[in-house]
């Protein structure tokens, strides 16, 4: 007989180690439906680290990928620590993205010193302010903020493509709904020369700092974990339990809201309304694979970007749907789901009972 | 000595490095009641589980006497085989399906999954035959969610004699019940045991074990330390048993009342899915302990919300410290000297996860001397803690371990710590003793006590009516959310308290 146990306490090497297994997990699954397709799973996986690191321009092509990952992960691992389930990143993301178009296509004439802070600003607050109704819904009303944003990823897109069929649509785009291009001024200059890894990774990086540091050392952090652990024991203490909610909210849109911005501004150029492939969903399964650690994220973030970048080059090398990648990726995160269940509970096989004194 | 129904010989179950229970022994007869009485944590709930087949023993052996009368063991670890032996449990909290009714509750788990029909007809006979014998009466068509607590409990017992129990174990029974439904429980208890049945009763209430036990087992620290017959047993010797020193009886000390610090004058409050206030009274002053004694439910959630600054009152005034109150949230309360031990300790009192260095600075946190510019000053936070676990005893693995590893004991001490520490000007202590060993007890009402000597006023929210009238200066009953006038407590007898909490406080005065 099987008996499943909680663990006293997780230890904190099983806390990291479940998520890296269940990457190698998921890779080792997606191995199935690989070697279905006819191609050998060794192979295809060979061409995977490939594509994903076996050149600079594969480094650069993957850090690209990892960049939005980190700030739509970010958001989600912030918004899940005060139990806030903000399904919405894409929609703020594509929120910030209008908001980055709006005041970076030539509506304010201004040298990049002045022109970057403020395109990164105005999407960080449109993002913020998207989430910041399904987040008054549900402090107001109980709304459950799972459903409102993710409708209002729907909604958002469908925004979008109203403003790229109308106010927005560059004339000289010969009919293709898409906006203005981004002006040189407000453009996030790029990394290194000839390779579109671009700034938007440091803002990335430094928000990540940013967050942890805010979460571990600071008052603010502090009552945002202690909202999300046990929200009436922190209302009892005395915590402002309203104001850390829509603290995390604007905090966690605004991240999102940043993604959009690097994916305009620093990777496109100009807004389409198929600017990001479910950044903001695959962010849910990075902060998931991170623990809802900051530091986690970058780490997850890179995992997942290299599994798209480097499914592409397995799909171009042996002929094996690119989809392979969108597969490791929902594997991943049902495996790391399986895995946080196993850092908390263990299973004893109690065959026979422990000596027992008969 | 009548026939014997259980033996546990040499159980020892370790968790870790704790020794929860080590090797017990212990027998049970049929038609016997048997107190299993120690403090909270002594091991009386993992033995029970043990029987139960919850969990399974490191060593030792559990033996259940089969329709023959001979003793068997009983496979480890299947509350299956503890059921079909005959062995039902009645937990401390109710395991009944809410919105199902009482019969189907006790129908629940004895049908085959897969049938399509259900055969409440010959289980209402059943169960029907089952209350006239128990003289246990409950609605069986009425859903559980609209049955009182009592009532509840009824269902849970009828549920383990619906599947013909033999050993029937009762955890702390008498926790949730006014003193009327206690006495009730007892007599039903011992017209089960004059049936044949055997019972075990978990209990750490000293006055309830020596009304309804034919014999005592004491447990310390996870071992059998006393077993005794009820009759002739003395209450100061078990006590002392269970503890392994001597109980410091609390005592007042005569004292002047001072100014007012907190009153209520007619408000009215609702409370939401709980009943509310309605035109109450109350005015505590320095130096006075006020206890509110009644059956829970009757708006004393209302009451402690108002004083924890959670609620405003709908109607009428409300004054602190003798100013009418204008911010009425708990960070305002606390800065102004309220020191707050909310009913539940789990639930509102400290937050797991965090660690017991971060729930005892919780309520400061945002004072400059834990945190500057919004950086906490982990220095001050850990300092605070350890002087915390020193002076309040709280004992645990340190600051930094997480405080849901605590026992309710050592949480309550916790939260003592963060909220008198402050030299409070009031207290509100709202059920400060519930589901606590008499040790840890004690020491709650030593701090209340000496908050009072200090000149604090004090709310003590209790259904201990022993704990009421040991500590408090003035006694309010509070009744259908309305509060009585608070009345000296040397002039107050335990059977008129118990007439005012069951709604009789016209009779009395007419």
Known sequence: ??????????????????????????????????????????????????????????????????????LTGLAA????????????????????????????????????????????????????????????????????????????NFV????????????????????????????????????????????????????????????????????????????????????????????????????????????????????????????????????????????????????????????????????????????????????????????????RFAGRPAQAGS | MPDLVLRLSGITKRFGPLVANDGVDLDLHRGEVLALLGENGAGKTTLMNILFGHYVANSGEVSVAGEDGTLRPLPPGSPHAALAAGIGMVHQHFTLAENLTGLENIMLGTEPVLRLSRRT??????????????????????????????????????????????????????????????????????????????VIFISHKLGEVLAVSNRIAVLRGGRKVGEMATAGADRRGIAEMMVGRDVPASRRTPRERGRPLFELDRVSVGGGHRRGLEDASLAIAEGEIVGIAGVSGNGQAALAALAAGLARPASGAMRLFGAEVRGHDPRSFSRAGVARIPEDRHHDGVVGAMTVAENVALEEIREPRFQRGGFLRFGAIRARAEQAIRDYDVRCQGPEAPARLLSGGNIQKLILARVLDREPRLVLANQPTRGLDIGAQTEVHRRLLAARERGAGVLLISEDLDELMMLSDRISVIYAGRLSEALPAEGLDRGTLGLMMAGHAEEKAA
């Open chain 1, 156 to 347: 958002m897109l469908l925004f979008v493509q109203m403003m790229l069929e109308g106010p927005l649509k560059d004339p000289m785009s010969l009919g293709w709904p898409q906006s203005a291009p981004i002006t040189d001024a407000a453009a996030l200059p790029t990394l290194i020369p000839r390779m579109r890894v671009h700034s938007g990774l440091i803002v990335g990086l430094v928000a990540v700092a940013a967050v942890w540091v805010m979460m571990r050392r600071t008052v603010w952090g502090m009552e945002i974990r202690a909202v999300g652990e046990n929200a009436p024991a922190a209302r009892y203490a005395g915590i402002p339990v309203t104001a850390t909610v829509v603290r995390v909210a604007l905090l966690s849109g605004a991240l999102a809201g940043l993604a959009g911005v690097g994916e305009v501004a620093g990777l496109k150029g100009y807004l389409t309304n198929d600017l990001s492939p479910g950044f903001g969903y695959a962010g849910i399964v990075v902060a998931m694979l991170a623990g809802l650690s900051p530091l986690g994220v970058v780490a997850a973030a890179l995992f997942i970007a290299a599994v798209f970048v480097g499914a592409d080059s397995m799909s171009r090398g042996l002929g094996v749907a690119s989809y392979i990648a969108d597969l490791v990726v929902a594997l991943s995160l049902l495996c790391v789901l399986v895995g946080g269940f196993f850092t908390r509970f263990r299973l």
């Open chain 2, 121 to 198: 007809g010959a289980a209402r006979k059943k169960v029907g035959a089952v209350m006239r014998e128990s003289g246990l009466a409950v609605d069986l068509d009425v859903q559980v969610s609209r049955l009182t607590v009592g009532e509840r409990q009824r269902v849970e017992i009828l549920k383990a004699l619906y599947r013909d129990a033999r050993i029937l174990v009762l955890d702390e029974p008498t926790a949730v019940l006014t003193p009327a439904e206690a006495d009730g429980l007892f007599a039903t208890i011992r017209a089960l045991a004059a049936g044949g049945l055997a």
């Open chain 1, 1 to 70: 007989m099987i008996v499943i146990e909680p663990r006293p306490s997780p230890s904190k090497a099983l806390t990291i180690a479940a998520p890296v297994f269940a990457g190698i997990a998921a890779l080792a699954l997606a191995a199935i439906p690989i070697a279905l397709a006819g191609a050998n799973p060794i192979d295809a996986y060979g061409y995977m680290v490939t594509g994903a690191f076996g050149s600079l321009f594969a480094f650069s092509e993957t850090l690209t990928r990892t960049t939005p990952l980190i």
């Open chain 1, 77 to 152: 691992a912030v918004a899940f620590r005060a139990r806030l389930w903000n399904i919405g990143g894409e929609g703020q993301l594509y929120a910030g993205a209008l908001a980055a178009v709006a005041v970076g296509t030539g509506a304010i004439d201004a040298p990049p010193w002045l022109m970057i802070p403020l395109v990164l600003l105005a999407g960080a607050i449109a993002g913020a302010l998207f989430f910041l109704g399904p987040a008054l819904l549900k402090l107001r009303f109980g709304a459950d903020e799972v459903v409102t944003t993710l409708l209002l």
